[in-house]
């Protein structure tokens, strides 16, 4: 039987959403905000945590530490939706110190005409050379309609000497055919320095067929020569985004792999160089952890790494949804929409050289002002303090609204191997609800058991009218806690939404309606206990 909690009033918290500057504030201030109704809302224009421009989305980030600088510069692929025809995702960029807050830099390098090689541009990276103290970034040139005749796809760059006004190297194009690899898929330009000291350009590409990440190197910048195949791809995949780092004492490659029924980010490891290459020579699939590799959901793609030399951070993007439709994620053999918020997580590296995604400290840090926690409707919980058990089927606590920008961390101790929990949000109560085709329906990420000792993030519609269980934005297995503790923290900002769990897992996704909605925990048969149960915002 629900039961109505009285408890503490979140002024403050619920104060939030009311100071809202959008144009709609009137109605706003008319809503009751003590309800459980599920209210209509929308993200802000701009984002600073999650970043995306006030105009348009970003596209595959190229990060950058930038040694003169001292910080992160993340160049992107600015797309504007409409594009303009044949020319479109000129180089854009931010700047961040501490990959939580960002500065704009604007358009850094423009589309050529619509005639150019680079009519539009794709993915590359950018290097400082200190000889010439020149930044060079290399980035893919698309030609438009590109004939028999031409290369669809080809490498290019631009130097700049203060990062602000680039130049085009006219002279420069590096074409694939010239050297037995496609003309019309070579691209993604990534660059490093090896232990050879010499500059390595790494570049996706296919030959004879077969996806293949070809190596060339230079020692100026300038003068490029084929050093033959740094990796093959795995079966009929193409793996776009390389990047390759060191760290510790292992070498990793990160990649995103192009396959509509994938699409996730993924990386191998090796402890030289040679043996990174190794893990997929024919097809050999020398997995780095019992995971594949995933390093995240479809929610997050084209990851990109940079280093200060103390934190290593990866930026990917993630996408928007079909008509703002929670379910339109793009399962295959659909592809989500392109481009979309930029996000970042801290690279965590284990003991054995595996890697995980975490929280980036400086975004925790972000979230400053604590909310006190309100339960505003329950089924089968019953509370001692501040922990709280849940018992049966279809058992949840409902907790007060959301503002646009929320962390909520707490532990979950399941009972035996085998409890299911969730996290809902975007929830409400049928009661005088403003949005009649919505407000039955809200959105779950369950930790679903895949086995007595295995586990996975599912993404479900529940309540009436739900599809229930969302096909493509599913999780990654991960090995069930050995002592059924789960410390779990969710960020929020506006419709991005990130999960970690025990820095084994890293979740993220797109949920419209999150912020002015309440949101639950749940349980789904046995019982599961929740403790440390904390709530921020800024």
């Known amino acids: 039987m629900k039961t109505m909690i009285s408890s503490i009033i979140l002024a403050s918290c619920l104060a939030l959403p009311l100071a809202s500057c959008s144009d709609d504030e009137a109605v706003l201030e008319q809503k009751d905000w003590s309800s459980t109704s599920y209210f209509s809302s929308t993200d802000e224009t701009a984002q600073g945590t999650y970043y995306k421009p006030a105009v348009g989305y970003v596209g595959d980030p190229m990060p950058f530490y930038d040694p003169v600088a001292g910080d992160f510069k993340i160049m992107y692929l600015q797309d504007f939706r409409p594009n303009p025809s044949g020319t479109y995702h000129p180089i854009w960029a931010v700047s961040t110190k501490d990959a939580a807050n960002y500065e704009s ?32 970034t290399f980035y893919t040139g698309n030609k438009y309609n590109p004939t028999a005749s031409d290369n669809g796809q080809a490498i290019m760059y631009a130097t700049s000497s203060d990062f602000k006004t680039w130049t085009k190297c006219k002279s420069f194009i590096l074409k694939g055919d010239d050297y037995g690899y496609s003309k019309n898929d070579f691209r993604d330009p990534f660059l490093f320095k090896g232990d050879d000291g010499k500059y390595h350009m790494l570049v996706a590409t296919t030959k004879n067929g077969k996806g293949t990440i070809a190596d060339f190197i230079s020692a100026d910048l300038k003068s490029w020569e084929d050093n033959g195949t740094f990796q093959n791809m795995m079966w009929d995949r193409f793996y776009e985004c390389p990047d390759v780092f060191k760290m510790g004492n292992w070498w990793y490659l990160v990649y995103s792999d192009k396959s509509s029924f994938m699409r996730k980010v993924q990386y191998f490891k090796g402890r030289t160089l040679d043996e990174l290459k190794a893990c997929t020579a024919n097809d050999a699939g020398i997995w780095p952890d019992d995971h594949e590799g995933f390093l995240d959901s479809r929610g997050f793609y084209a990851g990109k790494t940079a280093s200060d030399g103390t934190n290593r951070y990866i930026w990917g993007w993630c996408p928007t949804r079909k008509g703002k439709d929670n379910t339109e994620v793009g399962a295959s053999p659909a592809e989500p929409e392109w481009a979309g918020n930029l996000v970042a997580h801290k690279l965590i590296q284990h003991e054995d050289g595996t890697l995980t995604l975490g929280e980036v400290e400086a975004i925790s840090n972000k979230y400053n002002k604590e909310c006190e926690v309100e339960v505003k409707e329950q089924n089968g919980m019953t509370a001692s303090g501040g922990t709280y058990t849940l018992s049966g089927d279809n058992a949840y606590m409902l907790m007060s609204r959301l503002g646009y920008h929320n962390k909520i961390s707490f532990t979950v101790t399941t009972s035996n191997e085998w409890d299911k929990f969730g996290i809902s949000l975007a929830r409400g109560t049928k009661s005088n609800a403003d949005d009649a085709t919505t407000f039955e329906k809200y959105y779950t990420m369950v930790v679903n058991p895949e086995s007595d000792t295995r586990r996975k993030v599912n993404f479900e519609e529940e309540g009436d009218g739900g599809k229930g269980f969302i096909e493509g934005i599913d999780g990654y297995n991960f090995a069930r806690p050995s002592d059924n503790v789960y410390n779990i923290t969710i960020y929020t900002d506006n419709s991005i939404c990130v999960m970690y769990i025990n820095d084994a897992v890293c979740y993220t996704n797109r949920i419209y309606g999150i912020q002015k909605n309440c949101w639950s925990i749940n349980n789904y048969g046995g019982n599961i206990t929740v403790s440390n149960l904390k709530i921020s915002q800024y």
Request: proline residues 0%; glycine residues 12%.
């Open 105 to 136: 830099l604007g358009e850094l390098v423009s589309c050529g005409n619509i005639n150019e090689q680079d009519a539009a541009i794709g993915t590359g990276s950018t290097i400082y050379d200190e000889s010439s103290k020149l930044y060079y």
